[in-house]
């Protein structure tokens, strides 16, 4: 069974079609990413799959159950979370604050009032955890808002992987770093995706970490799928080489 | 002992000594009293300004609410200063848990102007109603009842109702210094910091607001309980916006993001208050007001702001 399944959404703002009839059908265990131009659609189709605002038409199918009336809190606790393109971080709290956000979401201990110094333990040993998974355990004290940009990002993603996700929804991991930071935030990916089995979703325009992590990619172009296949299949089509790679190179 | 712990030792320990060394700077006890029933309430106006992030200008609804309901008991029910307090307590409580769910998904400007308005609604009806709550005279025919100890009997004078209203102090004081090192505290200030990435970890953020409101509405309400008992009164005027925008600049003039901001800004406003309000009787808002424009402007996290930074400086 397909873990994420979208059968022709469309989502209109006004007169502009910002996403038309797009189909996706990702599996469990896949490191998938779209790709398209600026303005093709992207961070609309990452809107509409986490719930941000519903499609105009069409269905949203995760892990089996029909999640377009859901809210983006019930999505996030199906396991369906993301980071967005401009980094959404905590921003004057620690990194451990930031992550102890998402870890006491994650235990359902959000609303509890009076924690024992148990629960506090179990919450913390949690947060070291997730630091550690990431690399952040050196900057665990700082405020995020003094971090460099690729670090923050980093505070982002280690936030969405405390909700234990099923299906981790990437805008633009990589947006804005250097070479160094790209290079760890590739990492990373490739460390929840190997190590913590989790199934991805990323919206790239670095075509090298694209075709360097992808499984399969689907092509974007006004809003509508160009192109889906693997990464050999997709450099090879003409019609995304017209529309987009011959461009870029 | 961490820097923090030496503080609130200080703190505590200047507030148990306090009908001792007042009267030394010029001070009186029940001025004391009136200061700790401000930065009481402030401290659950700053759970929603300074933690939570949302704007709360109607404030004194749930204060007036409490010292109605704390008055009207005495008036009516009985003469037990306990369940007078418990009473004004649950009024502002209950009432603020009801009305939240009209504000828990407002933002920005619209949450502050239905917090006035609801606090206006309560202003029309205590200052109308005449019959029950004294309308605009205010209510009366209250006053401070002993408590009994066993055989003991203490007479609230001056000095044994500070302790009296330091009890009650402590009591929110510690519920809301828990509360803030816990889940629930660390979710209202993640809210504060980014409410889009908060619902994007699967947290309802209207809920929690909900939650923050109703948890104010009650320190609220039990400071209102204690100021009608203190001042064996109560006014509509308890309850009017300009009451609320009071509790806003207490928690502005100390500081927003400090657990002892409403403390200090309490200690400022309502010191001000009695000193200057003795030289210039008429106009002495108008030095309130100066204060906080120069603190807002100049030092935005206010005086414990200053202090603050002064420290990290050094
Ligand atoms: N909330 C919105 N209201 C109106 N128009 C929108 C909204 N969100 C997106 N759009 C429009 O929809 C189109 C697609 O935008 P989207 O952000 O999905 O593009 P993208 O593929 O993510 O681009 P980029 O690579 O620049 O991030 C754009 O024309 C954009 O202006
Ligand atoms: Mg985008």
């Known amino acids: 069974m397909s873990l994420l399944h979208l059968e022709n959404i469309s989502r209109v703002f006004g007169k502009l079609v910002a996403l038309q009839n797009v189909a996706l059908e990702m599996n469990e265990g896949e490191l998938y990413s779209v790709i398209g131009p600026n303005g093709a659609g992207k961070t609309t189709l990452f809107n509409l799959i ?21 809210t ?4 996030v606790a199906l396991g369906l979370v993301r980071t967005f393109q401009i980094t959404e971080i905590f921003p004057e709290l620690s990194v451990f604050e930031n992550i102890r956000i998402g870890v006491e979401a994650q235990m359902g201990c959000s609303a509890h009032p009076w924690p024992g110094r148990k629960l506090l333990q179990q919450i913390n040993r949690r947060v070291e955890e997730l630091l550690k998974i990431t690399s952040l355990e050196a900057q665990a004290d700082r405020t995020v808002s003094e971090l460099a ?9 280690t936030m969405a992987l405390s909700r234990k996700p099923k299906l981790l929804l990437l805008d633009e991991p990589t947006a804005g770093m250097g070479r160094a930071e790209t290079h760890h935030m590739v990492n990373i990916i490739r460390v929840l995706h190997e190590q913590q089995k989790i199934s991805i979703l990323f919206i790239e325009h670095d075509m090298d970490i694209v075709f360097g992590l992808a499984h399969r990619i689907t092509v974007l172009n006004y809003g509508q799928v160009l192109a889906t296949g693997t990464p050999k299949e997709i450099a090879a089509n003409p019609r995304v080489q017209a529309a987009y790679l011959g461009e870029a190179a | 002992m961490s820097k923090r712990a030496y503080v609130n030792i200080v703190i505590w320990a200047l507030l148990l000594t306090v009908p001792a060394w007042l009267p030394l ?9 009136r200061i700790l029933i401000f930065a009481l309430c402030t401290m659950g106006l700053n759970l929603l300004l300074g933690f939570t992030g949302v ?5 004194a609804a749930y204060f007036g609410l409490g010292g109605y309901g704390a008055g009207l008991i005495l008036v009516h029910l009985t003469s037990n200063m306990w369940i007078a307090v418990i009473v004004g307590t649950l009024a502002g409580g209950i009432a603020a848990v009801v009305l939240g769910p009209i504000l828990m998904n407002r933002r920005g400007i619209y949450f502050a102007m239905i917090t006035v308005a609801i606090g206006q609604i309560f202003y029309f009806v205590a200052a109308r109603w005449d019959s029950f709550t004294g309308g605009q005279d205010g209510l009366t025919g209250f006053s401070r009842m002993p408590l009994h100890f066993g055989s003991i009997t203490v007479n609230l004078t001056a000095v044994p109702f500070y302790y009296f209203v330091l009890f009650f102090f402590a009591i929110g004081a510690a519920a809301v210094a828990m509360l803030l090192n816990s889940p629930l505290g660390h979710t209202f200030v993640a809210i504060r910091e980014n409410r889009r990435r908060a ?11 909900w939650a923050s409101f109703g948890i104010a509405g009650f320190l609220c309400g039990l400071a209102g309980a204690l100021n009608a008992l203190q001042n064996n009164f109560i006014s509509p005027m308890d309850l009017y916006w300009v009451a609320s925008g009071n509790f806003v600049i207490m928690a502005v003039l100390g500081g927003m993001r400090s657990f002892w901001g409403p403390l200090v800004g309490s200690i400022i406003f309502i010191g001000f208050q009695d000193y200057v309000s003795s030289i210039f009787p008429n106009n002495w808002e108008t030095f309130i007001g100066a204060l906080f424009i120069i603190v807002v402007l100049f030092f935005p996290n206010g005086v414990l702001g200053i202090i603050r930074r002064k420290a990290k400086v050094a």
């Open chain 2, 25 to 33: 700077i010029g001070g009186y006890t029940a001025l004391a009293s």
């Open chain 1, 50 to 70: 986490s719930g941000f605002f519903p499609a105009s038409t069409g269905e949203i199918w995760f892990d089996g159950v029909q999640v377009n009336k859901f």
């Open chain 1, 149 to 157: 940009h690729g670090d923050q990002r980093v505070v982002e993603v």
């Open chain 1, 72 to 75: 983006p809190e019930r999505r």
């Open chain 2, 199 to 209: 619902a994007f970890l699967g947290i309802h953020v209207e809920r929690y607001i």
């Open chain 2, 55 to 59: 704007m709360s200008f109607g404030q």
